[in-house]
């Protein structure tokens, strides 16, 4: 069955980096758009970056742009979202999903049919 599995995650300082993964069984994260969300305590799930399926094509918010790259790495079957110069808004619980083919947005959860179990990222001030 299709499962996403995220690792990664951590405490770290401001102005740090990570790399979280996001590996998937059951399907090819090739084959699917792939996303990657975040959602801090008292706030709605919201869209980091998406990666176009069997393409470099990426999508990132405007508050990590130029920051955070995602990527996927098709013989290991994971997706990556490089996380750098990490700012304490950064933190939050964070999602890697499988959109639905034929979404119409992007940074919308609703178009995301399966989710990891999340992976806690801490970026302290």
């Known amino acids: 069955q299709v499962q996403l599995v995220e690792s990664g995650g951590g405490l770290v300082q401001a102005g740090a980096s990570l790399r979280l993964a996001c590996t998937g069984s059951g399907f090819k994260v090739d084959d699917y758009d792939m996303g990657w969300f975040r959602q801090a305590p008292g706030k709605e799930r919201e869209g980091v970056s998406m990666i176009i399926r069997r393409s470099i094509t990426k999508y990132f918010r405007d508050s990590v742009q130029g920051r955070f790259n995602i990527r996927r790495d098709v013989s290991k079957n994971l997706v990556y979202l490089q996380m750098s110069n990490l700012k304490p808004e950064d933190t939050a619980v964070y999602y890697c999903?499988?959109?639905?083919?034929?979404?119409?947005?992007?940074?919308?959860?609703?178009?995301?049919?399966?989710w990891g179990q999340g992976t806690q990222v801490t970026v302290a001030a």
């Open positions: 999903a499988r959109r639905r083919p034929l979404g119409s947005n992007w940074a919308d959860f609703s178009d995301y049919d399966y």
